[in-house]
């Protein structure tokens, strides 16, 4: 049996924390391991019990929010902030200060649970309108952006997008996925246009991830758009 994926819940009303832990504690794998009301408690009780994930949903000012972020970021723990005020700029503030998911307080439960465990197992975790806005920002400026996983893998991106110098060994089949993740499709819109099912896109989806050496769609669209992968129309050097 997997470890449970342990998770610190800040928010300061006692019906939302007692409500968010209920649904927590009775989803597989996952623990809550405290609940904090204030800002000075996350930090004590991140030190005390070491939570996996940490789900921010506190009435601090921005400013505070991304300092926040910043500190959990160097103390092993994934910041999962929960708010519905974020804009564009925010969301990049608060992705290249350490933050590793973001999701709505209005979420579906199911939908939350499913993203404490992306963000515990190192994916980033954005709404897809965010997503859609970060490749193509990225594409604007490659060297803006800098995600958490980024940061300790390898050094910042250079302003302009390269040519790709290697295939990675991906399929013609992979490349057309490939492609549509840099074009921010879902799974349900890349199966219909390959006409495959869902399931075949996600199988597809982890051996790309294995072959780049990338950990979520978002990596895998900015990596792509930065090493121009998905200008590649010809097909040339794609293994069969």
Known sequence: ???KITVLIANAFPLVRNSMKDLLDSAPNLEVAGCAKTKDEVFALVEAHRPRVSILDLEVEFNALTEMVAKLAGRDTHALVMTDELDEDKTFQLLRAGANGIVSRRVDPELLCRSVKAVAGGEIWVPRTATSQLIQRFRMNPGELVLPQQETRQSPAPVQPQAPTRD???????WDIVRAI?????NKDIAVQLGISE????????KIFDKVGVYSRLELAMMATHHGLVNNNTGAGVAV
Not at 168 to 174: A, P, V
Request: cysteine-free; proline content about 4%; overall charge neutral.
């Open 1 to 3: 049996m997997d470890p």
């Open 168 to 174: 990675y060994g991906l399929t013609r089949r992979e």
């Open 182 to 186: 840099g074009d921010a499709m879902s």
């Open 199 to 206: 399931y075949t896109v996600k199988h597809h989806l982890t």
